[in-house]
RNA sequence: GUGCCUGUAGCUCAGUUGGAUAGAGCAACAGCCUUCUAAGCUGUGGGUCACUGGUUCGACUCCAGUCAGGCACGCCA
C-alpha cells in the first residue's frame, strides 16, 4: 500500500516539474481524523520550490489518479500535509488477502538472494550465561528472525576462544576445586573463578575419575572437561530460549595455518604491513591506529593512540583475530553482517573497522546493535552481574523463575540503548502486570472464539468464503482490518533498524484493536454473514498475531 | 579526566529523515460480566520532555554547554 501511495506521489511531483530530493516519506498520523497516512512531502519541498507548502500539496493533490476502491479521498491538512483516506474496499480485501497469504504475510523480498551473518552470544565457555547475556542473545536471535523474513539467508553463528589466560584460569579453579573434593586442604585464589558450578564440574570429575588425578600438574585434561561441561549447560539454556546457532565459529582457526603457510592472523599483519599500518616496536607488533585518527587526552593533551597486535611475548592480542575473523565473514560472501554484543565490548569495534577500511573493505555492510547493561534488582537492591564472582545471576535461573516467553519479551521488549532494569522480584510475579500476557490472551481469545463457534454454528472457519469480507462494515472492524494490514511495514521497520521492540509496539496495536472489536461485535450468534465475515477478520488476526510471536519466538497459546 | 549510551506522567517505557493537541502499560479513582475467556473494555486525574542557551516558519527530536546515572578506557578476553 505504501508503495502504491508513493509510487503515486512520485508522479504527480514529475508532472509538476519537481524532484523528490529526500526519500518520500509515508507515516500513520497519530490522530485518526488525519487519515489513514499521510505524508509530509509538500513541507520538505517547500524551502527549494520557495512556495508555500499547502499550495505545493494542492498542487500534487490535483494530479494523483487513485482507484477509489483502494483510495477513498486525500486531503491537505495543517501546514502541508497531505493525509489519504483509505476506502472500504480496500480493508476488506485486505483481510482476505492476509488469510490468503497466511505464514507468508508479513514478509518481503528484499533481502532474496542475499546472505546475512548475525554474530550473537559469543560468550566464551567459562560459565554459565548471565542475565546480562540474555539480552543480547533474545535480541540477536530476534534481528535474525525478523531478516529472514525479510527474505534473507541468515546464518546463526557463534564466535568463542577456547585457548588464553581465561581458561587456563578455569582449569586450574577446576582442578583446585577438584583437589579440595578429594580431601586436600588447598587455598583458593580471589581471582580465580568463585561460582558454585566449578565445584559442580570437580565433583562430575571426581565421581568418574576418583581421586586418580590429584598429582595430575597439566591443566589440559581439566580445561576440556570444564569446557565440554559450560558449553553444553549454555547450549541447554539458550535451547530453552528457542536459540540455536547456524554456526560456531573458534578464535583458534584463525591461528592455525592455512594454504600458503600463514595463519589467517599473521595474513592480517601482511596485508596491513603492505598498507604501511604496521610498526614493530617494544618486541610487540603495532597497528598504526594514530594515523588514522586514533586518540585519547590527557591533561588535555592530544596523545594518538596506536594498538597492540601481538604482544611482546608472542602472543596476538585479542584484536587481531578479531580482524581476521571479521575478514571470513566477507571472504565467506555476506551481504550483510550484523553483530551483535554488550556495551562492554563497544571500544573494540572502532579497531576493527578502521582495519577493514583501510584493507578495502565495504564497511557499510556492517550493522552493529549494541545493546546496555541489564541491571538486576532484587529487593531494590542491585545486584552486579559477574560470573567470576559466583554470585551472578544466571540466565537459567531467570527462566525457571518466569518462564521463556517471559523472559524473551522481557528482554526485547525495550530499546537496546537503554538500561535494562530487570527487577527479579517483578518477574517472578507470573501476574497480569506481565505485559507478554496481553499478547498472548488476545491470541487465546480468538482460538476460544473460533473453537466455539464452530461448535454451536457447526462449521469449518477454515472453509468460509473469503467473499464475506465484503459484510465488514462496523469501525471496530475496519480499524482492526488497518491495523492488520500494517504488519508488512511493521517488520521491515522492526526489520531495517534491527529493533525488535519495535514489532512489539505493533503487536500491541493489534491485540488492543482486536480486544476493542472484541468488546463491540459479538460473533456466535450474529446472522450467518456477519458471523463469518468477523471470522474470517478473528482469523486473519490471528495470522498476524502468530507471525508476529514466531518472530519473537514466543508461543501463541490456544488456552490461557 | 576522555569516549559511547541514557535522562519524557508516581513507576516501567514508546515517540519514524525536525511537523498537527507529547502517547501506552502499570499504579490510583469511577464504571462495564444471565450472552464468544473480565489476563479484557470504557472514562478521570496525572507533564517545566533533566537544566540553560542556540539554529528556524516550527525543537522531545538538531547543535553547544551544564547536571545526574550506566558502560568502557591494559602488550586481559
Not at 145 to 157: D, F, H, K
Amino acid at each position: 500500500m505504501k508503495e502504491i501511495l508513493i509510487e503515486e506521489i512520485k508522479k504527480a511531483l514529475a508532472e509538476v516539474g519537481a524532484e523528490p530530493t529526500r526519500e518520500i516519506l509515508i507515516e500513520k498520523p497519530n490522530d485518526e481524523k488525519f487519515g489513514d497516512a499521510s505524508s509530509n512531502v509538500a513541507m520538505t519541498l517547500a524551502k527549494e520550490l520557495k512556495k508555500n507548502p499547502r499550495q505545493i500539496a494542492q498542487e500534487l493533490v490535483s494530479k494523483f489518479k487513485f482507484n477509489p476502491e483502494q483510495i477513498e479521498r486525500v486531503d491537505v491538512a495543517g501546514a502541508g500535509f497531505i493525509n489519504f483516506y483509505f476506502s472500504k474496499s480496500l480493508l476488506q480485501q485486505s483481510v482476505a488477502q492476509i488469510l490468503a497469504q497466511g505464514e507468508q504475510f508479513g514478509k518481503s523480498n528484499v533481502g532474496v538472494g542475499k546472505k546475512a551473518i548475525v554474530e550473537y552470544v559469543s560468550a566464551n565457555p567459562t560459565g554459565p550465561l548471565t542475565v546480562g547475556r540474555g539480552r543480547g542473545a533474545v535480541l540477536g536471535d530476534c534481528i535474525a528472525n525478523l531478516l529472514e523474513a525479510q527474505g534473507y539467508s541468515v546464518t546463526r553463528e557463534y564466535y568463542f576462544n577456547n585457548a588464553g589466560r581465561q581458561m587456563r584460569l578455569l582449569a586450574d579453579s577446576v582442578r583446585l576445586r577438584y583437589l579440595e573434593r578429594c580431601g586436600k586442604s588447598i587455598s583458593f585464589p580471589d581471582d580465580y573463578y568463585q561460582g558454585d558450578y566449578i565445584k559442580d564440574i570437580a565433583e562430575k570429575i571426581f565421581a568418574q575419575k576418583g581421586n586418580t588425578l590429584e598429582g595430575e600438574t597439566d591443566l589440559s585434561f581439566f580445561k576440556e572437561f570444564a569446557e565440554a561441561e559450560i558449553f553444553a549447560s549454555i547450549k541447554r539454556t539458550l535451547l530453552r530460549l528457542g536459540i540455536q546457532h547456524d554456526s560456531f565459529f573458534n578464535e583458534k582457526s584463525l591461528y592455525e595455518k592455512v594454504q600458503g603457510g600463514k595463519s589467517r592472523n599473521e595474513q592480517v599483519i601482511d596485508m596491513l604491513e603492505q598498507k604501511g599500518f604496521i610498526e614493530r616496536k617494544d618486541g610487540a607488533v603495532w597497528f598504526k591506529t594514530s594515523l588514522l585518527g586514533k586518540k585519547k587526552v590527557e591533561d588535555g593533551k592530544e596523545i594518538p593512540v596506536d594498538t597492540v597486535l601481538v604482544k611482546s611475548n608472542g602472543e596476538p592480542s585479542y584484536r587481531l583475530p578479531d580482524i581476521a575473523y571479521h575478514i571470513t565473514k566477507y571472504t565467506r560472501g555476506f551481504d550483510l553482517i550484523v553483530n551483535v554484543f554488550g556495551a562492554d565490548h563497544i571500544d573494540e569495534y572502532p579497531d576493527v573497522m578502521r582495519a577493514l577500511d583501510v584493507l578495502g573493505y565495504d564497511t557499510s555492510r556492517i550493522k552493529v546493535a549494541i545493546n546496555q547493561f541489564v541491571t538486576t534488582t532484587i529487593n531494590g537492591e542491585q545486584v552486579k552481574m559477574s560470573t567470576r564472582k559466583g554470585n551472578a545471576d544466571t540466565l537459567d535461573a531467570l527462566i525457571d523463575e518466569v518462564g521463556a516467553d517471559a523472559t524473551r519479551f522481557f528482554f526485547v521488549m525495550r530499546a537496546k540503548e537503554t538500561h535494562l532494569n530487570f527487577d527479579l522480584e517483578l518477574a517472578k510475579k507470573q501476574s497480569s502486570d506481565n505485559p507478554v500476557f496481553y499478547l498472548q490472551y488476545a491470541h487465546a481469545r480468538i482460538c476460544g472464539i473460533i473453537r466455539v463457534a464452530e461448535e454451536k454454528a457447526t462449521l469449518n472457519a477454515e472453509a468460509i468464503s473469503p467473499d464475506f469480507v465484503k459484510v465488514l462494515n462496523a469501525k471496530e472492524e475496519l480499524d482492526l482490518a488497518k491495523e492488520l494490514m500494517r504488519f508488512p511495514d511493521a517488520v521491515s521497520y522492526a526489520a531495517n533498524s534491527l529493533e525488535p521492540q519495535k514489532m512489539i509496539m505493533y503487536l500491541n496495536g493489534v491485540a488492543e484493536r482486536f480486544h476493542k472489536f472484541y468488546q463491540e461485535c459479538r460473533i456466535v450468534g450474529e446472522e450467518e454473514p456477519v458471523m463469518k465475515s468477523r471470522l474470517l477478520l478473528a482469523l486473519a488476526t490471528r495470522q498476524v498475531l502468530r507471525n508476529g510471536f514466531k518472530m519473537l519466538g514466543i508461543c501463541a497459546p490456544e488456552r490461557m
